[in-house]
């Protein structure tokens, strides 16, 4: 599977979210890897989770939920869950006008107060996605209504070192979609100790593999492998994406 890399700015309001979409004709799936930043992918846990996802045979589009102007000016930034959440949504707005994309099932995988953005979203449009992964975060945050009508299947995977492993728990109770709890040994709750983040990453495309659609023939057809509107090298067109990517 030949992956090409296509850095994207995905319109919402007055604002562009930045991204990286990795795709190829014959992958199993989208992950959209949500992030509650507008700092730099790389060296970022969350590129390496998508690296992960990608070996797995998934596209992904890493995705920040916030600028890097509203990172800088405010620190509680990521704590405004309703609109990141209404952020992801206009990505999945985004996604389902690419017909690169056209077919694949979406998954969402996130951490942080992205695990919350995650649940609303899905409770919001939950027609357009097929599960959710939360690396443990804030899922308390998405709000009491969202947990407890979301039908999106979920898995929560928290560290065994994680200090607020029982506020998420509490949190997951009210869940009643399809869901289930990993706890990995030895894992804080920022996954920095050596194979945690790589083993949430196994986790999270296990899950997606499971409860994302397979593709149709019709949605593996092989493209020119150059997205609309990119140029050559694989950067997306910074005008606002009113035709298809």
Sequence with gaps: MKLRTTDISIPFEHIWLSGELVHAPDVDGLAVVLRPAGSPFAQSRDLRVARELQRAGFATLLINLLTAYEEARDPDARFNV????????????????????AGLGVGLVSSDTAS?????????????????????????????????TLAVPLRMVVGSDDPQAGMI?????????????????????????????????????AWLREKLPVPGPAEQRIHDGTAAGSAPGGTADQSPPAHPL
């Design 82 to 101: 309703p609109q990141m959440a209404n952020r992801v949504v206009a990505v999945l707005d985004w996604v389902g006008h690419q017909p690169p994309l």
């Design 116 to 148: 919350g953005a995650a649940i609303r979203a899905g409770w919001k449009a939950g027609d357009r996605v097929s599960a959710i992964v939360c690396r443990a975060g804030r899922p308390d945050l998405a709000g009491l209504m969202p947990l407890n």
């Design 169 to 205: 728990r509490q949190a997951c109770e009210h869940l009643r979609c399809p869901h289930d709890w990993h706890v990995l040994d030895g894992a804080s709750d920022e996954f920095r100790e050596p194979g945690a983040i790589e083993r949430f990453g196994e986790l999270a495309a």
